[in-house]
């Protein structure tokens, strides 16, 4: 039996997840094209003369394809070895966004490298994935300890906190999703529940008034003691645990959500917050943020309302292949970056849609299933580090666009345009098939 490693590139590459790579840069680059092509244009120039955004989309696929066949030809352990030094990396690439940056649509986290838009924060998720499976996966880590949990949150929330320094607050968001990795390496169920609660309380602090808010929560804690008091021989402690929560909850009304409204998020994204709940925005007049100005309804909306009008338009079968009204005429915004969803509606319709969405699924379904046949604990924490950054992205992104979540400008993977999106996930995609490729080693 030959145990030596077979020199051959396709040695244990998981063609399954190549093919859906393809298919779904495919997809993208016929969805950029169809917003881009304007009647009467030579394609063949077109797509050569590299001004377009399907041919440049080209080139970043072309690179893309480099760096991964670069990735197959590596050792897995290096990345294992480097996994720190690249998380250090991505650190220093944010910092040095504040000196150089580049303002573009309102975002200042990208650095303008000739005609390339660098934006390190998309970078920065594959880097903290190495790391947080390097830490994970470390014979020294013991997850069950606040300590190392607490570690493993840090590795997370610097470069998220960094992000949003930079008015990326959706790209920060999306190192959320590596605590589902965290969860499937052990972290505590009970912080899953206290994270949802805060954010049902958030919620509930935009559609209810505070102070009658406030006055709810007084009650539940009063009747909890009530009953507490009477069937529970631990009075002394639960009086201690529910006025603790008391506080943490009026506090998050009256100075987190306020303070998140007004320092943290931008006026525009504040703005479409409150246009997806119905209500009205009630920081508007705040004066705790210098220059703050109310935006109209009409125009915080009008993205998602024109999304869903082009989606609609499409139908259940969709109008055809370059017979679009809304994407071809431009009432879309960004109908070639975070709303191109709506080009696919409104081309292919419902059917459309739902192929895209099924090839979505089995992608997601693939990693996780290659996660759970790794030997490697570093393997299987970065594989469900992909797949839950995957997830994160295609979720919000489809649900921003047909209003179901609000506009927080994340792109859609391999299928929006953008050079920097199309490297960092094609380079995730890429490592994850040669750790899996080499998936009966333990690596650390």
């Given at each position: 039996?030959?145990?030596?490693?077979?020199?051959?590139?396709?040695?244990?590459?998981?063609?399954?997840?190549?093919?859906?790579?393809?298919?779904?840069?495919?997809?993208?680059?016929?969805?950029?094209?169809?917003?881009?092509?304007?009647?009467?244009?030579?394609?063949?120039?077109?797509?050569?003369?590299?001004?377009?955004?399907?041919?440049?989309?080209?080139?970043?696929?072309?690179?893309?394809?480099?760096?991964?066949?670069?990735?197959?030809?590596?050792?897995?352990?290096?990345?294992?070895?480097?996994?720190?030094?690249?998380?250090?990396?991505?650190?220093?690439?944010?910092?040095?966004?504040?000196?150089?940056?580049?303002?573009?649509?309102?975002?200042?986290?990208?650095?303008?490298?000739?005609?390339?838009?660098?934006?390190?924060?998309?970078?920065?998720?594959?880097?903290?994935?190495?790391?947080?499976?390097?830490?994970?996966?470390?014979?020294?880590?013991?997850?069950?300890?606040?300590?190392?949990?607490?570690?493993?949150?840090?590795?997370?929330?610097?470069?998220?906190?960094?992000?949003?320094?930079?008015?990326?607050?959706?790209?920060?968001?999306?190192?959320?999703?590596?605590?589902?990795?965290?969860?499937?390496?052990?972290?505590?169920?009970?912080?899953?529940?206290?994270?949802?609660?805060?954010?049902?309380?958030?919620?509930?602090?935009?559609?209810?008034?505070?102070?009658?808010?406030?006055?709810?929560?007084?009650?539940?804690?009063?009747?909890?003691?009530?009953?507490?008091?009477?069937?529970?021989?631990?009075?002394?402690?639960?009086?201690?645990?529910?006025?603790?929560?008391?506080?943490?909850?009026?506090?998050?009304?009256?100075?987190?959500?306020?303070?998140?409204?007004?320092?943290?998020?931008?006026?525009?994204?504040?703005?479409?917050?409150?246009?997806?709940?119905?209500?009205?925005?009630?920081?508007?007049?705040?004066?705790?943020?210098?220059?703050?100005?109310?935006?109209?309804?009409?125009?915080?909306?009008?993205?998602?309302?024109?999304?869903?009008?082009?989606?609609?338009?499409?139908?259940?079968?969709?109008?055809?292949?370059?017979?679009?009204?809304?994407?071809?005429?431009?009432?879309?915004?960004?109908?070639?970056?975070?709303?191109?969803?709506?080009?696919?509606?409104?081309?292919?319709?419902?059917?459309?849609?739902?192929?895209?969405?099924?090839?979505?699924?089995?992608?997601?379904?693939?990693?996780?299933?290659?996660?759970?046949?790794?030997?490697?604990?570093?393997?299987?924490?970065?594989?469900?580090?992909?797949?839950?950054?995957?997830?994160?992205?295609?979720?919000?992104?489809?649900?921003?666009?047909i209003g179901l979540a609000p506009v927080i400008g994340i792109p859609l993977p391999f299928?929006?345009?953008?050079?920097?999106?199309?490297?960092?996930?094609?380079?995730?995609?890429?490592?994850?098939?040669?750790?899996?490729?080499?998936?009966?080693?333990?690596?650390?």
């Open positions: 039996m030959n145990n030596q490693r077979n020199p051959t590139i396709s040695k244990g590459v998981d063609s399954t997840l190549i093919w859906l790579y393809l298919l779904l840069v495919a997809i993208g680059l016929m969805s950029i094209f169809s917003v881009t092509y304007h009647e009467g244009d030579d394609v063949l120039r077109s797509f050569l003369n590299f001004k377009t955004n399907y041919s440049k989309q080209l080139i970043f696929f072309a690179a893309s394809l480099l760096i991964g066949l670069f990735i197959l030809l590596t050792d897995s352990k290096f990345f294992t070895a480097t996994a720190n030094i690249w998380y250090a990396f991505g650190i220093l690439l944010l910092l040095l966004v504040f000196p150089f940056h580049t303002n573009v649509k309102g975002t200042e986290s990208i650095i303008k490298l000739g005609g390339f838009n660098l934006q390190p924060a998309e970078l920065c998720k594959v880097f903290v994935c190495l790391a947080l499976a390097k830490y994970l996966s470390r014979v020294d880590t013991d997850f069950s300890k606040t300590s190392s949990q607490l570690m493993a949150a840090g590795i997370v929330f610097l470069p998220a906190l960094i992000t949003i320094a930079q008015a990326e607050t959706g790209l920060a968001l999306v190192f959320l999703a590596f605590f589902l990795v965290m969860f499937r390496e052990g972290l505590p169920a009970g912080y899953l529940v206290i994270g949802f609660s805060l954010a049902v309380l958030v919620v509930a602090t935009l559609l209810v008034e505070r102070t009658v808010l406030v006055i709810i929560l007084t009650c539940i804690a009063l009747l909890a003691i009530y009953f507490g008091w009477r069937f529970t021989r631990r009075r002394r402690e639960l009086i201690i645990i529910v006025a603790l929560t008391w506080v943490v909850c009026v506090a998050v009304i009256w100075l987190a959500v306020p303070f998140i409204f007004t320092k943290v998020l931008q006026k525009h994204q504040v703005e479409r917050v409150f246009s997806l709940i119905g209500r009205e925005n009630p920081y508007a007049n705040s004066n705790t943020v210098e220059g703050f100005e109310p935006v109209a309804k009409k125009d915080t909306d009008y993205n998602v309302r024109q999304s869903k009008i082009a989606i609609g338009s499409g139908g259940f079968a969709g109008r055809g292949f370059l017979k679009g009204t809304q994407t071809r005429f431009d009432f879309v915004p960004e109908q070639s970056t975070d709303f191109i969803f709506c080009t696919i509606g409104e081309g292919f319709g419902f059917l459309g849609c739902l192929a895209v969405l099924g090839i979505y699924v089995f992608l997601l379904l693939r990693m996780v299933n290659i996660a759970e046949r790794q030997r490697s604990v570093f393997s299987r924490c970065y594989a469900y580090g992909v797949a839950s950054v995957f997830f994160f992205h295609i979720a919000i992104n489809i649900c921003m666009t299928i929006s345009y953008g050079g920097t999106s199309l490297i960092s996930f094609s380079t995730m995609l890429f490592i994850l098939v040669r750790l899996d490729a080499d998936r009966q080693m333990v690596l650390r």
